[in-house]
């Protein structure tokens, strides 16, 4: 599973990083360190990706396309 953190959606209200410490982590500014990035959730790790995109009220995590 590859998950994509979109930059421009982002707006730090940070429910990621508190729900999910194990895939993401904040800034200085209190953003998602991963805006802009794909990220390889590690196997066994998918309920928690899953978690990411669902809390996220912007929509910014999404699946990342197999071609990222």
């Not at 707006?11 to 802009?36: A, I, K, N, W």
């Amino acid at each position: 599973m590859k998950l994509t953190v979109d930059a421009h959606l982002c707006s730090g209200h940070g429910r990621c990083y508190t729900l999910v410490p194990e895939l993401f982590t904040t800034d200085d500014e209190g953003f998602c360190e991963q805006r802009g990035q794909v990220i390889d959730v590690p196997t066994g790790q998918e309920e928690k990706g899953q978690l990411g995109i669902d809390c996220c009220p912007e929509g910014a995590i999404r699946l990342a396309d197999d071609d990222a």
